[in-house]
């Protein structure tokens, strides 16, 4: 813990000093919190260019802290002087600015601990530790935490520098990933899967609702505008709210017994079509690329409107190198930067300026652009689509219902920017309005075309079109609580402005425009809101992601194993192998197809053909390299052929529920685990669906000696239940006479002899146990079991008595897959 507290530091102190560069005026405390993204962002760059030579050790980590040190050194040795007279008149301002608006900087001081609270309280629960596993606080982080940490054990566990997709065996990680990598730093500097979640988001977070705040105080020069713009931003959400009420309405229990258990998400309601999900549970903490890419993104733009306004060259030039590095870590704000910065050039141009932004922006990150572009190519990019996920519903109520009055906010900003804001000589800013209004293309580009395969994924260029028009929906609820204040004149983004219209109205009108702002910003986040309470404040059960048995082979397979060895296993979105720092052939489907592959669908039916022990799963196997192959309860979900790996391959772990192969130490003799498998002269061939209805392609076939089985756990069945299942063959008597069967199941069950129905045990229930006699002749009868389980235990036993004998179980050389 202690080096990851220097390292925080050094970074923090390397990024505050490198913000005295810049021309403007800026108070020490903009400079800490833009110094923390930009400190934190130039040492991760760091650690990471070394461990490019030397993989992610300790050398790579504490030469970056040496070389920010040195630097950190020779800045104040140079600069000692004028930096020691500048911080002590930026804590003069800030003192004399406290006690002329004593008020707001209570209020600030609020509102600001309220956030942090709420941002250590999230990003807390990412990880949650309990007795049986790893839980995950948030619903929308369930699919996304395990890619995440593939990504960042395979830096610290696997040596994965320059980085292979460890969810994509063999393919180049072409993903955003220096959010992760500062996450592996952490990770190797000793904190836990916890910590390395909760720290980076908890610092980055804050950074990004500091920037916000200055974003929205420079643009409008308004307080209140500022202190709002988080609430904003952070709880936005839709008219959802209503079904917190239904649901109120419903409950039986109390109101704080509901809001202690709520029973859903109100910014998320797919079936009605509520998709603007609140950022800080769909976007900040599920999608780690944006801790980086929120609080540089919006510098940038903090720092090129400053440029435009003061012609100040330095904050170009440090908006572009910051544009440069964003590629790696969000790729997304990348585009979205692009599509703001561009327009702006073109409205306020000057060449020399714009010249050193977009130079350093082009020259950085272009390498990275061509690195991450090579699977850009594929199926479902850069494509035309209208409309985004409005579906059939009429455009205009797709945005009232999903962001309630924000759109009328930011028209009515805009009015009033272009309006009533006028400078010391009376005249309207037609400039800073058209700054305001090239936010409106990230709104635009995305609804006429698709940036990624998921159309829901357009949303990460959409929030760059929210946040930028925020500072005109706030400077909009700002006027109308202010609007009892004739020509009030603020020194804002548009030099001495004047807010001219004539409002002297009776009290209780006032009275009226201030209830009407808190109605306003009470619609636009009471959505939102429920939703941040319900994860961060609420009591949180969880989801568990892994349990403590596959936390404990995931130690033993990083211990055991080389460490570019590559796993053979179910592709799942939350497998144990993603805590290994080892590769997998393939992770989760939607993540890999998401990302661009091609050719994901073709390796995920392969997959499936070697873990059934099909004919042609030798080839597959030397085809694709596998180094082991993981046997669970994920790979019985798909009716993995245990007997195929038992027979042919070492087996180098054992525990209650899993299997671990080595697929490089093969037995001499090879034996598919089909039916036709010639060790398999009894029994009946037996066919798993993972439906209750026999449809389809069976997903696992073997050969059964003894019908019987009693699982209590899904974890023990061949196939993850609910599912059906077919025995078929022969049976073989030698005496003709009246035969007695008793066949017991949990659920239902059937026994067909011949072309007749013997026992009718069908239906969901217990255990259960059916009798019937039946006349047999001597020889051989076709048999067939059909049964299903609908789910929780599952047992079937079949029985017999034969003629002057007593109730046994079928002896196996009875029972015959061929005639």
């Known amino acids: ?74 800045f104040l040795t140079i600069k000692w002087g004028y930096l020691k007279g500048k911080i002590v008149n930026e804590i003069t301002d800030i003192r004399g600015d406290f006690l002329q608006n004593k008020i707001s900087y209570f209020v600030h001081i609020a509102v600001f601990s309220f956030f942090t609270t709420i941002f250590c309280r999230l990003f807390y629960r990412t990880v949650i530790w309990k007795s049986d596993g790893l839980y995950i606080g948030l619903a929308n982080n369930y699919g996304d935490l395990p890619l995440h940490l593939a990504y960042i054990t395979s830096f610290v566990l696997g040596d994965n520098v320059p980085p292979q997709d460890p969810s994509f065996a063999g393919e180049k990680l072409c993903y955003p990933f220096l959010s992760d990598f500062l996450s592996a730093i952490f990770l190797k500097l000793g904190l836990d899967f916890k910590d390395i979640f909760f720290i980076p988001g908890f610092l980055l977070t804050v950074s990004f609702y500091c920037i916000l705040y200055y974003f929205t105080y420079r643009l409008t020069k308004r307080r209140l505008a500022a202190i709002i713009s988080p609430f904003i931003f952070f709880f936005t959400g839709g008219f959802g709210f ?115 932004f977009f130079m350093p922006a082009f020259v950085l990150s272009l390498p990275q652009v061509l690195y991450l572009s090579e699977h850009v190519g594929g199926e479902g990019f850069f494509k035309p689509y209208f409309g985004w996920v409005v579906g059939n519903e009429n455009p205009f109520w797709f945005w009232l219902k999903n962001t309630t009055l924000f759109w009328p906010l930011v028209i009515g900003g805009f009015v009033l920017i272009f309006t009533f804001y006028r400078d010391a000589n009376n005249n309207v800013h037609i400039r800073s309005g058209f700054y305001l209004l090239t936010f409106l293309i990230p ?20 929030i760059y079109w929210f946040l930028g028009t925020i500072p005109v929906a706030a400077l909009a609820l700002t006027c109308l609580w202010d609007a009892f204040t004739k020509d009030k004149k603020v020194e804002g983004i548009f030099g001495e402005s004047k807010y001219s219209v004539s409002l002297n109205v009776a009290l209780p009108y006032k009275i009226l425009l201030r209830a ?123 009716g993995v052929n245990k007997k195929y790996f038992d027979n042919n391959y070492s087996c180098i772990i054992t525990t209650k529920y899993y299997n671990v192969y080595d697929l490089n130490k093969k037995k001499q003799t090879f034996q598919v685990g089909s ?136 002896p196996a050389e009875r029972l015959k897959i061929k005639d």
């Open 675 to 810: 039916k036709d498998s010639p060790d398999k002269k009894y029994g009946l061939n037996v066919y798993y669906f993972n439906n209750l209805n026999w449809e389809g392609e069976p997903v696992y076939e073997e050969v059964d000696s003894y019908i019987e089985f009693n699982y209590s756990s899904d974890n023990e069945k061949p196939v993850s239940g609910p599912f059906s299942a077919i025995w078929e063959g022969f049976i073989d008597v030698d005496i003709t006479g009246m035969y007695s069967f008793q066949l017991a199941s949990d659920d239902g069950s059937w026994l067909y002899i011949g072309d007749k129905l013997v026992i009718d045990n069908g239906g969901y229930h217990a255990r259960k146990s059916a009798n019937n006699k039946i006349l047999l002749n001597e020889g051989k009868h076709r048999i067939k079991i059909k049964y299903f389980d609908g789910g929780g235990g599952a047992v079937l036993d079949l029985l017999w008595t034969p003629p002057g004998s007593v109730e046994e179980k079928i």
């Open 1 to 74: 813990m202690e080096s990851v507290v220097l390292f925080i530091i050094v970074s923090v102190i390397a990024g505050f000093l490198l913000t005295y560069f810049l021309s403007a005026r800026y108070s020490i405390l903009e400079r800490i919190a833009y110094g923390m993204v930009v400190g934190l962002g130039l040492h991760t760059w760091i650690v990471y260019l070394l461990s490019l030579i030397w993989g992610l050790q300790f050398k790579s980590i504490y030469i970056s802290m040496c070389l920010l040190c040195i630097f950190i050194a020779v």
């Open 516 to 638: 009407g702002f808190l109605i306003i910003m009470l619609i636009i986040t009471a959505s939102g809101g429920i939703d941040v309470f319900r994860y961060a404040i609420a009591p949180v059960k969880g989801s568990k992601e892994f349990s403590t048995e596959e936390v404990e082979i995931a130690k033993q397979i990083s211990t055991l194993t080389p460490l570019d060895a590559v796993f053979l296993n179910a592709p799942i979105f939350n497998h144990l192998v993603f805590m290994t720092g080892r590769k997998t052939l393939m992770g989760w489907p939607p993540h890999i197809w998401s990302h661009g592959y091609d050719e994901s669908q073709t390796r995920e039916n392969d997959i499936k053909i070697m873990l059934r022990g099909k004919p042609e799963a030798f080839q597959l196997v030397d085809k694709y390299k596998p180094d082991y192959a993981i046997v669970g309860p994920h790979e019985r979900r798909i």
């Open 242 to 356: 209503y079904y917190f009420f239904q649901d109120l309405t419903n409950t039986s229990g109390s109101l704080w017994s509901f809001l202690m258990n709520l029973p859903r998400d109100y910014t998320k309601i797919e079936p009605l079509n509520y998709r603007w999900i609140t950022p800080l549970s769909c976007l900040n903490v599920p999608q780690r690329p944006f801790l980086f890419g929120f609080p540089i993104n919006m510098l940038i733009f903090l720092l090129l409107y400053t440029g435009i306004e003061r012609k100040n060259w330095r904050e170009f030039l440090f908006a572009g190198i910051l544009a440069g590095s964003l590629p790696l870590f969000h790729t997304h704000s990348f585009l979205a930067m692009l599509m703001v910065t561009i327009p702006l050039g073109l409205v306020f141009w000057d060449w020399r300026r714009w010249f050193l």
């Open 443 to 462: 709104f635009l580009l995305p609804n006429v075309m698709l940036f990624a395969p998921w159309d829901w994924d357009n949303i990460k260029i959409l």
